[in-house]
Each structure stands twice: as structure tokens, then as C-alpha cells.
């Protein structure tokens, strides 16, 4: 039986893998991430900042539950920005608006409420499918991911955690 800290510490580092994935794939695919691929991004760093903090904190009873919380919500954040994306690539050509502003102009000129509700009703950016494995696109992939890391991190923080050994 592992640790809560190396369970947290493998979560940090599946975090890790997936964001070194998005960033092959932009830099080496050439796959420039359209908005709500950011703030999927974003979502899986905040996942990973979290498991990094209690893998170093190695926190007791109730800060464990805190992180499984905290770990749980960031998961369903990130499964909802997900579905919202495959959504809106699943509608048919001509009903998602053609093009939208790049985020870093939408977070110049609005408000950050004002940025995610843009960011959120999508565009034609958003809408087109550039990459897939197994027939699945990046978003369904990111779904998955989250889902599983969000099991994982309630799991492995709310579990009777194995004994410390001493030397």
C-alpha cells in the first residue's frame, strides 16, 4: 500500500505528462489550442499545483479530506469545460459563431467574468477538430483524464493511508 504523499506525488506528475503533452503537441504538432483548450490547461495545472501541495505537505485527517475536496471540484471544473468543448464541436458547421477574438485580446479589453462567459459560449476555433487518437478528440482525451485523476485524487486522499516506516 503507497503513501498519501506518493499518491499525490504520482497525481503531480500524471498532471505533469499531460501538459508537457499539450505543449508537444503545439510546439512539434503545430496545434495552436484554441480558448477553451487553455482553460483546459489551465484546469489540469490547478489539479496538478493541488496534488503537488499535498504530496508536499503530506497533510493528516482532515487536510486530506480538504485536498480530496479542492482535487474533486478542480476535476469537475475541468470535466465541465470538457464537455462544453465537445459540445461544441459536436453542433454542425455553421451554427458556432466563425471566429472568435484571441484570449489574451478578450483579457485586454473585458472583464474576467466577461472573458469566460465568452470564452464558454465558444467559437469556430473551438469548433474544429484538428487531432485524434483512437477517434477521440483532445477534449474527449482531457475528459478522461480529469475524470480519472479526480477518482484518483478522492481516492487516494481519503483512503486509510499505509503506515510511515521509521529508521
Not at 89 to 102: D, F, I, K, R, Y
Not at 106 to 118: D, G, Q, T
Not at 129 to 138: A, E, I, Q, Y
Not at 144 to 167: D, H, Q, T
Request: glycine fraction near 10%.
Amino acid at each position: 500500500m503507497m503513501s498519501t504523499r506518493l499518491a499525490n506525488l504520482l497525481g503531480f506528475c500524471a498532471c505533469v505528462g499531460l501538459l508537457g503533452f499539450a505543449v508537444f503537441a503545439q510546439y512539434v504538432l503545430h496545434l495552436e489550442p484554441c480558448p477553451l483548450c487553455i482553460f483546459q490547461r489551465i484546469g489540469i495545472f490547478v489539479i496538478g499545483v493541488l496534488f503537488g501541495l499535498a504530496a508536499i505537505q503530506g497533510p493528516k485527517r482532515w487536510g486530506r479530506t480538504a485536498y480530496a475536496i479542492a482535487l474533486g471540484l478542480a476535476a469537475l471544473a475541468t470535466i465541465g469545460v470538457s464537455l462544453r468543448h465537445l459540445y461544441i464541436q459536436s453542433l454542425p458547421p455553421g451554427s458556432v459563431a466563425a471566429c472568435g477574438a484571441p484570449l489574451e485580446i478578450l483579457m485586454k479589453y473585458f472583464s474576467l467574468h466577461e472573458v469566460i462567459a465568452k470564452v464558454l459560449t465558444g467559437s469556430g476555433e473551438c469548433a474544429k477538430v484538428d487531432w485524434r487518437l483512437l477517434g477521440l478528440s483532445m477534449p474527449a482525451w482531457v475528459l478522461i483524464s480529469a475524470l480519472v485523476l479526480g477518482i484518483y485524487a478522492v481516492w487516494a486522499n481519503v483512503r486509510k493511508p499505509a503506515p510511515m516506516l521509521r529508521f
